[in-house]
């Protein structure tokens, strides 16, 4: 079975501060991680995804399959980064994606 | 243009009514998915299509009937609704098959479904 969690339900940093969003996942077979983001009344989109290892927006998240874990980080937050987050990931099964339960995380200035 | 499209955008009716989402993708992928949003901002997967055949189907309630008449539509058909409902219903697309690696999900814009 293929599970995602994201502990932290709501991240609140100020403007220029680091800012890291946690996910850890299980599944058997070699899993395809993604980070969505959902800004206020928009749709879901890609921000990024591990095969890709691209920094987005200025966020990045490494892949560790001895922690089973894709933390999503950016070292110095902007207002417009507050948004619902969320880590998905993908297994064999028709591509389907599984989501962690999202975090938002709140900018302030 | 828009990739993924989701009609309507807002729903509000009454309990017992029974209503459809209709989505489709210009996106030329192979497959198609339903999620639900709950009021905790929780998704979860009800359906997936593939080439127009069901490949995913969690644990919904038999009210819920998805139809795919081709490979861009996707629409979800809710019966007897009920006040649980109530939720944003996002439809997606992604490309599964092909000699390229899986494409990510495009999604809708969200239909909100409020039953009262």
């Known amino acids: 079975a293929q599970r995602v969690t994201q502990p932290e339900k709501l991240l609140s940093v100020f403007k220029g501060a680091p800012v890291e969003l946690k996910c850890n996942y299980s599944?058997?077979?070699?899993?395809?991680l993604f980070w969505y983001v959902q800004y206020s009344r928009q749709r879901l989109q890609l921000l990024l995804r591990?095969?890709s290892r691209e920094s987005i927006k200025g966020f990045t998240a490494d892949l560790n399959k001895g922690e089973t874990s894709f933390h999503l980080k950016k070292p110095f937050a902007q207002e417009e980064d507050s948004a619902m987050y969320y880590c998905?990931?993908?297994?064999?099964?028709?591509?389907?994606?599984?989501f962690g339960g999202g975090t938002r995380v709140l900018v302030k200035p | 243009d828009t990739a993924v499209s989701q009609t309507p955008k807002y729903l509000v009716t009454q309990m017992g009514n029974d209503k459809s989402i209709k989505c489709e993708q210009n996106?030329?992928?192979?497959?198609m998915y339903w999620y639900k949003q709950d009021s905790k901002k929780f998704l979860k997967i009800m359906f997936s299509?593939?080439?127009?055949?069901?490949?995913i189907n969690e644990t919904v309630p038999n009210r819920f009937s998805p139809k795919s008449p081709d490979k861009a539509h996707l629409n979800l058909h809710i019966n007897s609704l009920e006040l649980g409902d109530s939720a944003v219903y996002f439809c997606?697309?992604?490309?599964?098959?092909?000699?390229?690696?899986?494409?990510?999900?495009?999604f809708g814009q969200g239909t909100r479904l409020t039953v009262v």
């Open positions: 997606a697309s992604s490309q599964v098959g092909g000699r390229g690696p899986n494409t990510e999900a495009f």
């Open positions: 599944y058997s077979g070699s899993p395809e």
């Open positions: 591990h095969i």
């Open positions: 998905a990931l993908s297994g064999a099964a028709g591509n389907k994606l599984t």
């Open positions: 996106l030329g992928h192979d497959t």
């Open positions: 299509y593939n080439n127009k055949e069901l490949i």
